[in-house]
Structures are given as structure tokens and as C-alpha cells.
């Protein structure tokens, strides 16, 4: 079993670009969940995708955006980037929707912001 | 919301002594408390979790105690050894809410 994983592992961007990360759950699960990690800091929820739909939304701005696959896999979009974006971008995948007490995490896309 | 607040921020032990991390959360509402050990280049690894039924949970050189009325819960680590240096974040979550995470203990072993 892979586990989760994410690509690419590291990404370099300046302000204003645009960036997309991807994630691929665990084998046998079917919602993901998206996370910021500032340095220094815990992991921030974004969003859960279940069924291809955005299902649960933590405080981020319209510029983060998601989609599901019918596989499953996830996309995370941020748009105009700024500097503060600069972040550990971690996904978690989990057997059903809202199981927080049963996800696994990915390594995380190391995304900086120049 | 719920504010979860960690401490202390960094801690060094001797190989073979205890640690003890700990943490508070702001909502009465949450049930269950989860640590994560973060390793460098790696996502957070569960390690040992609480519900709010219980008070105390032991797994091997693990344990995580919980006092609901203070609203507080402790990870502690006995006969430290140097793989269990890394960072280790506590969470706190009710019913289907995502996790809010503290922001972490940097745990260094000395041998």
C-alpha cells in the first residue's frame, strides 16, 4: 500500500502566479482533506472533498480551490499567490466523509513564494 | 471556535528520561484529542489518540492523560529514546469538526 501521496514535493512560485498541488488517497479511501503548515506552526485545515463536491471549509480565501477526481485523487489551487502563502501544503486522506479520527497524511508539497 | 494552545514549544531530554508535553482546548464541546509525531520530510504520523470517556490511554513507552474539567490533555513519553526526537502536535476535535492542531513541541533525545 503506497499510502498518500503528493507531487510535486517542492514548487518555487512568485506573487501573483497561480499554483496547483496533487494528492492521491490511500488505497481504500475516498475523501481528502487539505492543509496549510506555516513554519513553525501546526497544520491549518483548507477544505474535504467527498464525492467530488467541497464538503467542509476552514477560514481561507476564495483564491484556495479544490477538485475531486472520480479516482478519488485531489487537486488544490491557490490563486494569486502572496508571499504569506509560503507553506507546507499537507493532504489527508480518510476511509468516509469527516473522519478526522481515522486520516492519513501525505509528505506534503513544500510551496514557496517568492 | 476551539483554540488549542501547546507547551512548551521545545524540549530536550536525556536518552532514557521522561518527557511531557502538554496542551489546552477552549471548547467544552470537543471529544476527542489526538497526538501526531511530524518528522522531518514527513506528513504528521498518529500516534496515540483520547476520547472524552476516558482518562487515561497507554500504549507501550505512550501515554496521553485527559482532565476534562480543566480542559487539558498530556502526552507523555517514558525511557525517551533518540528516534522519538521530531515534533509532536496535539489536536482537539467534536463530533465531524476538523481537527485544530497547537502548534507543536520540537522534542530533541540527547544521547
Known amino acids: 500500500d503506497a499510502g498518500v501521496t503528493q507531487s510535486p514535493t517542492h514548487l518555487i512560485k512568485t506573487r501573483g502566479q497561480q499554483v496547483t498541488l496533487r494528492c492521491s488517497p490511500k488505497?481504500?479511501?475516498?475523501?481528502v482533506s487539505w492543509y496549510q503548515q506555516a513554519l513553525g506552526q501546526g497544520p491549518q485545515f483548507i477544505f474535504q472533498?467527498?464525492?467530488?463536491?467541497?464538503?467542509q471549509r476552514g477560514n481561507f480565501p476564495d483564491r484556495f480551490s479544490g477538485h475531486q477526481f472520480p479516482n478519488y485523487s485531489s487537486e488544490l489551487n491557490v490563486n494569486a499567490l502572496l508571499l504569506g502563502d509560503s507553506a507546507l501544503y499537507l493532504c489527508?486522506?480518510?476511509?468516509?466523509?469527516?473522519?478526522?479520527?481515522?486520516?492519513?497524511f501525505g509528505p506534503g508539497t513544500r510551496l514557496t513564494v517568492l | 471556535g476551539e483554540n488549542v494552545e501547546q507547551h512548551p514549544s521545545t524540549l530536550s531530554v536525556q536518552e532514557g528520561d521522561s518527557a511531557v508535553i502538554k496542551c489546552t482546548y477552549s471548547?467544552?464541546?470537543?471529544?476527542?484529542f489526538p497526538w501526531y509525531k511530524q518528522e522531518l520530510g514527513k506528513g504528521p504520523q498518529l500516534i496515540i489518540d483520547?476520547?472524552?470517556?476516558?482518562g487515561e490511554k497507554k500504549d507501550q513507552r505512550i501515554a496521553v492523560t485527559l482532565n476534562k474539567t480543566a480542559k487539558h490533555f498530556s502526552l507523555h513519553i517514558t525511557e525517551t529514546q533518540p528516534e522519538d526526537s521530531a515534533v509532536y502536535f496535539c489536536?482537539?476535535?467534536?463530533?465531524?469538526?476538523?481537527?485544530?492542531f497547537g502548534k507543536g513541541t520540537r522534542l530533541s533525545v540527547i544521547a
Open positions: 472533498y467527498y464525492e467530488e463536491e467541497e464538503r
Open positions: 488505497s481504500g479511501h475516498d475523501t
Open positions: 489536536a482537539s476535535n467534536s463530533g465531524n469538526t476538523p481537527l485544530v
Open positions: 471548547d467544552s464541546a470537543s471529544n476527542y
Open positions: 489527508a486522506s480518510s476511509p468516509r466523509l469527516a473522519a478526522y479520527n481515522e486520516q492519513f
Open positions: 483520547i476520547r472524552s470517556n476516558v
